[in-house]
């Protein structure tokens, strides 16, 4: 009778083996969303960082975009019970194998980034509606602005990318510098809708300005030539290098091809950790990729590498992977774009 209870013991547990795998992909959802979403984001900044060290280097940039992934989990087992019964009565004898096994096999797309999306998201200045959304949602009116605009009424941000050089107007930096200190104090805030295939945007000034608020409000009506008039109505911002009429202040975007380059000044190509001063980012190289670092790869035999202290450059990848990911959503349609009741 023992002998009976073990086999159908060793039954049921083979059985339970097999059958433990129910539900199985709703088991599986929390860890693999985590996983996969935490790869894509290392991915992510890895291949903009590959283009970077790229660039650096005069070769063209690429993209992979990722468009879908599968994982499929196949389940598979068997169990053979061979039982023997004796002869002359008495307990049978039994033989029990099985197996049980659980596989994975995830299914990626890539999609290489060319043509008219390659145009848009690397090749054509950022939308600046993008920008103003961003400003809307509290990002740093001045660090935006200095990384990615080339100029505001005709007044030049400097930019030392190889393709893209231009001299800056010294009072371009003082300027961002009064933006960002209204903006911290809460006298500028910005509204941004859209509209079918168009976006408008309202920014205010608080009616309630100190004495530095007023300095600092002159301070931008002055460096970016904007006519006193022009704030007893509305000013219109439209997508250009210079105003045509005293309402409008034009704004002139960066491409995404310009910022990479602008980032890939600051590859340090010799391992000697000299650095460009004014590159956004600073990416180490050597021969061996260091134990800790915020991302790192492997090129032509060699390590380039992000330190993991280096806050500065990590923000500078991160804004890079946020303004190419709107940059391909972007609308073409760009002008009239931004209202300003400024009165």
């Given at each position: 009778m023992?002998?009976?209870l073990?086999?159908?013991?060793?039954?049921?547990?083979?059985?339970?083996?097999?059958g433990?795998c129910?539900n199985?992909?709703?088991?599986?959802?929390?860890?693999?969303?985590?996983d996969?979403?935490?790869?894509?984001?290392e991915?992510?900044?890895a291949l903009?960082?590959?283009?970077?060290?790229?660039?650096?280097f005069?070769?063209?940039?690429?993209?992979l975009?990722?468009?879908?992934i599968?994982?499929?989990?196949?389940?598979?087992?068997?169990?053979?019970p061979n039982?023997?019964?004796?002869?002359?009565?008495?307990?049978?004898a039994?033989t029990?194998?099985?197996q049980?096994?659980?596989?994975?096999?995830p299914?990626?797309?890539y999609?290489?980034?060319?043509?008219?999306?390659?145009?848009?998201?690397?090749?054509e200045?950022m939308p600046?509606?993008?920008?103003?959304?961003?400003?809307?949602a509290?990002?740093?009116?001045?660090?935006?602005?200095?990384?990615?605009?080339?100029?505001i009424?005709?007044?030049r941000?400097?930019?030392?990318?190889?393709?893209?050089a231009?001299?800056?107007?010294?009072?371009?930096?003082q300027?961002?510098?009064?933006?960002?200190?209204?903006?911290?104090?809460?006298?500028l805030?910005?509204r941004?809708?859209?509209?079918?295939?168009?976006f408008?945007?309202?920014?205010?000034?608080?009616?309630?300005?100190?004495?530095?608020?007023?300095?600092?409000?002159a301070?931008?009506?002055?460096?970016?030539?904007?006519?006193?008039?022009?704030?007893k109505?509305?000013?219109?911002?439209?997508?250009?290098?210079?105003?045509?009429?005293?309402?409008?202040?034009?704004?002139?975007?960066?491409?995404?091809?310009e910022?990479?380059?602008?980032m890939?000044?600051?590859v340090?190509?010799?391992?000697?950790?000299?650095?460009?001063p004014?590159?956004?980012?600073?990416?180490?190289?050597?021969?061996?990729?260091?134990?800790?670092?915020?991302?790192?790869?492997?090129?032509?035999?060699?390590?380039?590498?992000?330190a993991?202290?280096?806050?500065?450059?990590?923000?500078?990848?991160?804004?890079?992977?946020?303004?190419m990911?709107?940059?391909?959503?972007?609308d073409?349609?760009?002008?009239?774009?931004?209202?300003?009741?400024?009165?």
């Amino acid at each position: 009778m023992s002998s009976r209870l073990g086999v159908a013991a060793a039954l049921a547990g083979t059985a339970l083996a097999l059958g433990g795998c129910a539900n199985l992909g709703a088991r599986r959802l929390p860890d693999d969303r985590i996983d996969y979403n935490e790869a894509l984001r290392e991915s992510d900044t890895a291949l903009v960082l590959t283009n970077v060290v790229a660039l650096r280097f005069g070769e063209s940039p690429s993209f992979l975009s990722v468009g879908s992934i599968v994982s499929q989990y196949e389940r598979n087992g068997f169990f053979n019970p061979n039982p023997r019964i004796p002869p002359y009565g008495g307990d049978p004898a039994a033989t029990l194998s099985g197996q049980a096994f659980l596989r994975e096999t995830p299914t990626v797309t890539y999609t290489p980034v060319t043509g008219e999306k390659f145009v848009q998201s690397v090749l054509e200045p950022m939308p600046p509606q993008t920008l103003l959304s961003m400003i809307q949602a509290g990002w740093a009116v001045d660090s935006l602005f200095r990384f990615a605009v080339r100029s505001i009424n005709g007044v030049r941000n400097e930019s030392r990318a190889p393709l893209f050089a231009q001299r800056g107007d010294p009072e371009f930096e003082q300027a961002l510098a009064a933006l960002r200190r209204l903006q911290r104090d809460n006298k500028l805030s910005m509204r941004v809708t859209k509209h079918d295939k168009t976006f408008a945007a309202h920014a205010h000034l608080s009616g309630e300005l100190s004495e530095a608020n007023r300095a600092d409000v002159a301070l931008v009506k002055r460096v970016f030539r904007m006519r006193s008039a022009a704030f007893k109505g509305e000013v219109t911002i439209v997508a250009a290098e210079a105003a045509e009429t005293p309402n409008e202040l034009a704004i002139a975007t960066r491409s995404m091809m310009e910022v990479l380059q602008m980032m890939s000044l600051g590859v340090d190509v010799t391992g000697e950790g000299r650095f460009d001063p004014d590159a956004p980012i600073r990416v180490h190289s050597g021969p061996k990729r260091p134990e800790t670092v915020y991302a790192a790869i492997r090129r032509r035999g060699r390590w380039y590498w992000i330190a993991s202290d280096d806050t500065a450059s990590q923000r500078a990848i991160m804004l890079a992977e946020v303004l190419m990911v709107v940059n391909a959503q972007g609308d073409t349609k760009l002008t009239p774009l931004l209202t300003v009741p400024a009165g």
